[in-house]
């Protein structure tokens, strides 16, 4: 078995492992960079996913610090060379002065844009492009092909576990994002109940009644579903004690 050949096998070996661990989708990304710096020694990697609603790449890790732009920082499909990779499924491979090939585009923030060296490579699921490694040195750095190689089979091995994470953290958003709905809409029936009960009670219009809640929701520092609560209880406790009296009478 041939050198190449070996450093596959190892790979896989350890690809395989991670994917069985079941790590999140953060923690999946951690291992990228660092597969990626195992195979290209490299003194930067970042990796970038996908939006295809938005048809945006997103910064998801990186190796060097980011905290302020994961998740913020994105570039348009065919936005600079990650742009161009996402837009081709192709590699590029720039050895030195990479801020001298035309599809570069710098981004404000991002250390590694003045590096000298840049390979990025295509994150793939199933024949699909699901996102973007980036590799960087500082120094000029002539990519071998068993490099490239390598972090190619990174992303090809990769990919489908990734995507996988990728489509539950969608789902666990839209679930979210679901019951959050649901929850907006049990507020805006309670207050519009608690409006009615207003309005009946102190003979006001619908805006009056929703400005007297909104004003007592922040004179008590309540939420106005909480306060619409008080309201339509307090409602209810009174229909009871009048009917018990109608009862007595």
Known sequence: MTEPQTSQVALLH?????????????????????????V????????YLIEKEANEIVLRASQVPHAQDL???????????????????????LGANSAMDHRFKRFQGLVEDTYEAFL????????EIIGVINVHHRDPHPHTAEEISLLTFVGEQMGIAIAKEVLAEENQRLQS??????????????????KGILQ???????EEAYLRLRNESRRHRKPMKELAEAIILAEELARKSDDGDDEKA
């Not at 690809?15 to 597969?35: A, F, H, T, Y």
């Not at 996402?86 to 491979?93: I, L, N």
């Not at 649901?182 to 507020?187: A, H, M, Y």
């Open 14 to 38: 350890r690809i395989s492992s991670i994917v069985s661990s079941q790590r999140s989708l953060d923690e999946m990304l951690g291992e990228i960079i660092g597969l990626t710096v195992q």
């Open 40 to 47: 290209t020694n490299c003194d930067a990697a970042l990796v």
């Open 71 to 93: 998740n913020l920082l994105r570039m348009k499909i065919g936005e600079g060379v990650t742009g161009w990779v996402a837009e081709h499924k192709s590699v590029v491979a």
């Open 120 to 127: 990025s490579v295509p994150l793939i699921n199933q024949g």
């Open 177 to 194: 994002e679901t019951e959050e709905m649901k929850r907006q809409l049990e507020t805006r029936k309670l207050v519009e109940r608690a």
């Open 200 to 206: 009946s009670r102190y003979k006001l219009t619908e």
